[in-house]
């Protein structure tokens, strides 16, 4: 079983969709959680971190269920600027400390 | 301007050359990441420093040589590498020291990558 665990898409949507993402994680000692976004052929950078309680930035909510292992980002509203490749990333800690795990990456494409 | 500035962009080289990526980071983080991202793959983490010592190396061929002279700089030396090795190679930093039995690190910061392609 991989460690992070993202359906690859592609999501095609039409712009003004709603579009749910989900991931699931193996190492039940993860701690932390992530959302990244990495445009084609650019680095990943930091969408938003996800909480225990969920959180909600603009259009995107991210839900935590740590009884399944179970991360989910929510985009509302979606735009043309949201295609890109999101990436599930899991903090685990492992004996050599905290390690980043990262997802392979859920691709969407919004179109007009 | 990125926190992480990563050069060179792209390199073409062949098995037998040897080349070296840097990766600089103006962040003041203490430690930084070496990652390798292949096309339809996970990125793979390298390897690991914090404050210049290295405290992880996840089972990297000897091929590849991390250096890290200071928090600032990050070093990864190539030598005689092969065609599987071509991929992206992404530098992070991020502030959290990362050891043993502590709370994992925080977010890290990206580099823009260098494209590496192997002949």
């Known amino acids: 079983r991989k460690e992070v665990e993202q359906d690859p898409g592609p999501f095609n949507v039409p712009e003004g969709a709603t579009v749910a993402f989900n991931c699931t994680y193996s190492n039940s000692a993860s701690q932390s959680f992530f959302w990244y976004r990495q445009d084609c052929r650019k680095e990943p950078k930091l969408l938003m971190s996800v909480y225990s309680s969920g959180n909600e930035d603009g259009r995107f909510t991210a839900q935590l269920n740590r009884a399944s292992q179970y991360i989910s980002l929510l985009i509302r509203d979606s735009k043309l600027s949201d295609s890109a490749t999101y990436l599930c990333?899991?903090?685990?800690?492992?004996?050599?400390?905290?390690?980043?795990?990262f997802g392979q990456g859920t691709e969407l494409s919004v179109k007009p | 301007e990125t926190g992480v500035t990563q050069t060179p962009r792209h390199l073409v080289m062949g098995m037998t050359n040897k080349k070296s990526l840097k990766c600089e980071q103006h962040?003041?983080?203490?430690?930084m990441y070496w990652y390798k991202q292949s096309a339809k793959k996970p990125l793979e983490l390298m390897f690991v420093?914090?404050?210049?010592?290295?405290?992880e190396n996840n089972s990297v061929p000897s091929r590849f040589s991390p250096e890290c002279p200071n928090s600032s700089h990050l070093f990864l030396h190539l030598h005689t590498l092969q065609p599987e090795d071509s991929a992206l190679y992404l530098c992070?930093?991020?502030?959290?020291?990362?050891?043993?039995?502590?709370?994992?690190?925080?977010?890290?910061?990206f580099g823009d990558g260098t494209r590496l392609s192997i002949l």
């Open positions: 990333v899991v903090n685990a800690l492992y004996n050599q400390g905290g390690k980043l795990i």
């Open positions: 962040l003041g983080h203490n430690a």
């Open positions: 992070a930093s991020s502030q959290d020291r990362p050891r043993q039995g502590a709370r994992p690190s925080s977010p890290q910061h």
């Open positions: 420093y914090s404050l210049e010592e290295r405290v």
